[in-house]
Structures are given as C-alpha cells and as structure tokens.
Antibody
Framework: QVQLQESGPGLVKPSETLSLTCTVS??????????WTWIRQPAGKGLEWIGR???????SYKPSLTSRVTISLDKSNNQFSLRLMSVTAADTATYFC????????????WGQGTTVTVSS | DIQVTQSPPSLSASVGDRVTITCQAS??????LNWYQQKPGNSPKLVIF???NLETGVPSRFSGSGSGTHFTFTISSLQPEDIATYYC?????????FGQGTKLEIK
C-alpha cells in the first residue's frame, strides 16, 4: 500500500525558500502514470492546489505561484519535492503531498501534512 | 482558470437528516469533479470521484450527482461520524481548484 510522508523545516524566514520533500513508500515512483501533487491549507481555511509533476517530469503550477514554485521528481530516492521562493506570511500553511492517477484523476493517497510557518 | 463555488459554507443538521451540498463551476467541466471529506487534524479523504462514483469503502449513504456546471453531494441519513468539512474539487484543466468547503455540524 502506497504511503506518502512530507518532511521539511517547520519554520522559514520571510524572503527565504521553503523546501519540502514527499517520500513515497510501499511502491516505486518508476512505475505507473501518476500526478504527484502539492496542496496547501492555511489554518482554518480551505485547500489550495499548488501544482504537480507527472511521472514523465512534466510540471503544472497554479498561475499565481508560477514565478516562485518548482516541483520536481527524484525517482531514484522515491521522492518528489516542493520549492517555494521568496516566502511571506501568506505562505504559512499545512502542506500536503498527494497522488492522483492519470486515468482516474482524484487524490486517493495523501500525506499527513506538514505545517510550515513563515516568521522571522 | 475554472472556479468552483461551494455552498453553504456551514450546515447544521440532526442525525438521520438528509444533507445536500452544492458546487457550481464557472464553466462546463463535464463530470470532472470530486468530493472530499476532511476531519479536524486529518488529511482529506476521497468520497466521490467523477461526480457520481462512490469511492471504495465509503458508505452508500454518500452520493453525488451533476454534470456541466452544477453538482450536488448528498448524505442520505446523517451519522455522527460524518461530522467534517467537505470540499468539491474540479479536474477539468489545470490549475485545479477546490471549493471553499462546507463545515457540517450536528444540531
């Protein structure tokens, strides 16, 4: 059974770069056709789709974040990552990684989420 | 970008009640809509995919319907364990987006 686990710093200073990793266990990222996705949720608020990387490495991002975000695959380590540059307090949120299949595009598998606070 | 507008933002109902949540898309999204349940402190859980398909293991009191721009999510007989926030999510084209959420409470 595939599981996802986010990891990374819980505190990031304003203007710096937020870097998170999602580790995939119970299955290899080399097989299948999946969208590996990052979603965030400010405390007490709704869900925001940040972007995704496909099995091939092709990426798609939310337009308002495109200039600051990079999502990448590391199949050799069964991980994918999120980098968000020039963070502000508005980037404070719980960040989830999730997986969707190409043929049934729904987030069936989620990580437990990791909370990132942007503060000096 | 396609927006999905969910209503109501909150809902209070009694055990056994029929509960309905709606989601309106800003343009035709066919049936490219999913519904999720999120309990406090947990990750969201897929409940309905492709607008009307019940995810494996989800009780049959949950259902979804609609296509195009108007969608509904229904719990036929509310149970205490259904207390959560529910979100719709479109996947017609990137960027995907979620509805604002409906917080369901027991009256």
């Amino acid at each position: 059974q595939v599981q996802l686990q986010e990891s990374g710093p819980g505190l990031v200073k304003p203007s710096e770069t937020l870097s998170l990793t999602c580790t995939v266990s119970g299955g290899s990222m080399r097989g299948g056709a999946y969208y590996w996705t990052w979603i965030r949720q400010p405390a007490g608020k709704g869900l925001e789709w940040i972007g995704r990387v496909y099995t091939s490495g092709r990426t798609s991002y939310k337009p308002s974040l495109t200039s600051r975000v990079t999502i990448s695959l590391d199949k050799s380590n069964n991980q994918f990552s999120l980098r968000l540059m020039s963070v502000t307090a508005a980037d404070t949120a719980t960040y989830f990684c999730a997986r969707a299949e190409l043929r049934e595009d729904a987030f069936r598998i989620w990580g437990q989420g990791t909370t990132v606070t942007v503060s000096s | 970008d396609i927006q999905v507008t969910q209503s109501p933002p909150s809902l209070s109902a009694s055990v056994g009640d029929r509960v309905t949540i709606t989601c309106q898309a800003s343009q035709d999204i066919n049936n490219y809509l999913n519904w999720y349940q999120q309990k406090p402190g947990n990750s969201p859980k897929l409940v309905i995919f492709d607008a009307s398909n019940l995810e494996t293991g989800v009780p049959s009191r949950f259902s979804g319907s609609g296509s195009g721009t108007h969608f509904t999510f229904t719990i036929s007989s509310l149970q205490p364990e259904d207390i959560a926030t529910y979100y719709c999510q479109h996947y017609d084209s990137v960027p995907y987006s979620f509805g604002q959420g409906t917080k369901l409470e027991i009256k």
